[in-house]
């Protein structure tokens, strides 16, 4: 089956920095790569998602670029935010089943 | 997106008793799937819900243990059974909107085994 790996597990970047986070996925047949977003006691959010037909994708401060390649996918979070500070996970599905794989998150703190 | 509504919230049980959580979806979706998440840890899919047919179970999960029923496009429900001091985490169920098209979360049920 899929499996996803994510790095760094833990990130503290200032306010204002950028930050990046880095999945990789094992297998080549996985065309679907949605991040979420989970702040503490909540529900995991969609924040961004990208298809594997496509490159790149932004959407204000964030973007995600993705190489089928080398099989992994970035997350870059731009000018943060102290709203940031959340944990991120990546995640993988192989299309038609829809199933998610996810990544073992990131905590990213933002220091104000 | 779709309303998706997660009950209980939370609850804490005692050992060897079951737990059935409910899922409610305001439309009707295709796939609705239940994912665990131990405390600090990564999401794991227990298994994908059919509806009108038996649930598909990833590896590590069986229907004794965690049977799921599905009547219908906007329902579903997780049954924790004979439940251990392992099997506290959150359990929540995902709705998946179409073909590498987006999933959505409830809030998700915190369960506490003593």
Redesign the interface.
């Known amino acids: 089956g899929e499996n996803v790996e994510q790095h760094p597990s833990t990130l503290s970047v200032q306010e204002g920095d950028s930050a990046v986070i880095k999945c990789t996925y094992s297998d080549s047949a996985s065309n679907y790569f949605p991040w979420y977003k989970q702040e503490l006691g909540k529900r995991p959010q969609l924040i961004i998602d990208i298809r594997s037909n496509v490159g790149e994708k932004k959407d204000q401060r964030i973007a995600v670029t993705l190489n089928k390649t080398a099989k992994h996918f970035s997350l870059h979070i731009t000018e943060t935010q102290p709203e940031d500070s959340a944990v991120y996970f990546c995640a993988a599905s192989i299309g038609g089943n829809e199933k998610l794989t996810f990544g073992t998150g990131t905590r990213l703190t933002i220091i104000p | 997106s779709a309303v998706i509504s997660q009950k209980p919230s939370r609850d804490i049980c005692q050992r060897g008793t079951s737990l059935t959580i409910q899922c409610q979806v305001d439309s009707q979706v295709t796939?609705m799937?239940w994912y665990r998440q131990q405390p600090g840890?990564?999401?794991?899919?227990i298994a994908?819900a059919n509806q009108g047919s038996e649930a598909t179970y990833e590896?590590g999960f069986v229907i004794d243990k965690f049977p799921i029923s599905r009547p219908n496009l906007t329902f579903s429900t997780l049954t924790v059974s004979n439940m251990s001091p392992e099997d506290s985490s959150i359990y929540?169920c995902?709705v998946?909107t179409?073909?590498?098209?987006?999933?959505?979360?409830?809030?998700?049920t915190r369960l506490s085994i003593l």
Request: aromatic letters at 14%; charged letters at 5%; a negative charge.
């Open positions: 796939m799937f840890q990564s999401l794991t899919l994908t590896s929540l995902s998946g179409g073909y590498n098209q987006p999933q959505h979360f409830g809030d998700g």
